[in-house]
């Protein structure tokens, strides 16, 4: 398998811009930078023993200990290194599942190693994509968002599942709407996700739910904000997500978002964080494993 690295029209930071990590606690304490740079990173994931935060820069994946004291530390998936900012940690803590920039989703061991190609070939017709969001508290299911390209240039997604170990997908919305972000609820019950199924104008994302054959659809915010990418604190209870502008298509780069917490099930959200960001600040799950933290990626531009 040849190396896979991002072209020159991969996303780069702008003049002055940077990138930060972020830890936030849970009742709103004052978010604490952990990392600096300036350097494109997106999308941190937590470790499951809680000892690493693990992002995307470049196509490639690093670690760094939630203190920022330790790392970063490339995770080596070559010769696979056109990765994307979709990826999930087994909930072992054993292996981390990939998108890459093929289309195709990939397994390897979290210290690094050859990777395992999951996902099946589809008929090229179909310009057939696969995005991944979640894993099921089990670890034996996938959650991704499948993507076409329509002879009309026109773009299908749906929430799909998929075995962890590869297998057949399941199908469990039709289309009808643009929808992200797919991830489990920790009792496995649920699939939260972002859609435009409420929109009164292109764009107009919500947070909803469904229960895991794609029944009992719920939506869970109802404002003028665009609001996308789901996370379940461990504990079952609260709801972290990125709130856009109004009147945002899709989840663009360099936007005036807020990082909000609900209920899981619903109710009142409050403010943790504002900033410039967007793209990569939140794409994934990011819980401390006690839930009393999560991690994001700001993008300021220093003056």
């Known amino acids: 398998m040849p190396s896979q690295r991002p072209g020159p029209d991969a996303r780069r930071l702008l003049p002055r811009q940077i990138s930060q990590l972020v830890v936030a606690g849970r009742g709103g304490t004052a978010p604490e930078i952990i990392y600096e740079s300036d350097q494109l990173i997106e999308a941190p994931n937590w470790s499951p023993d809680g000892a690493w935060l693990v992002y995307n820069a470049d196509g490639r994946l690093f670690a760094i200990s939630p203190d920022g004291q330790q790392g970063p530390n490339r995770i080596n998936t070559a010769p696979v290194e056109n990765l994307n900012n979709d990826h999930v940690i087994a909930p072992d803590g054993k292996h981390i599942y990939l998108s890459a920039n093929d289309g195709h989703l990939y397994v390897v061991p979290f210290e690094g190693g050859q990777p395992a190609r999951i996902s099946h070939d589809v008929d090229p017709a179909r310009r057939y ?175």
Request: negative net charge.
């Open 129 to 303: 994509r696969y995005y991944l969001h979640g894993i099921s508290p089990d670890g034996a299911t996938l959650a991704y968002v499948a993507l076409e390209q329509r002879d009309d240039g026109s773009t299908m997604t749906r929430i799909a599942t998929l075995p962890a170990e590869g297998g057949a997908e399941t199908y469990l919305s039709d289309g009808a709407c643009p929808v992200d972000g797919p991830e489990f609820s920790p009792d496995g019950q649920w699939i939260y996700f972002n859609s435009e199924a409420a929109a009164t104008r292109p764009g107009h994302a919500q947070i909803f739910r469904m229960r895991v054959d794609g029944s009992g659809g719920e939506q869970l915010t109802h404002d003028d904000r665009v609001n996308w990418f789901p996370h379940l604190s461990p504990d079952g209870q609260a709801l972290a997500y990125i709130s856009f502008p109004p009147g945002t298509k899709g989840h663009p780069a360099d936007c005036d978002v807020i990082i909000r917490i609900m209920p899981a099930s619903g109710g009142p959200a409050r403010n943790i964080d504002r900033f410039n960001g967007g793209q990569g600040t939140i794409n994934v799950a990011s819980w401390a494993p006690d839930g009393q933290r999560f991690a994001y990626i700001r993008y300021p531009i220093i003056p």
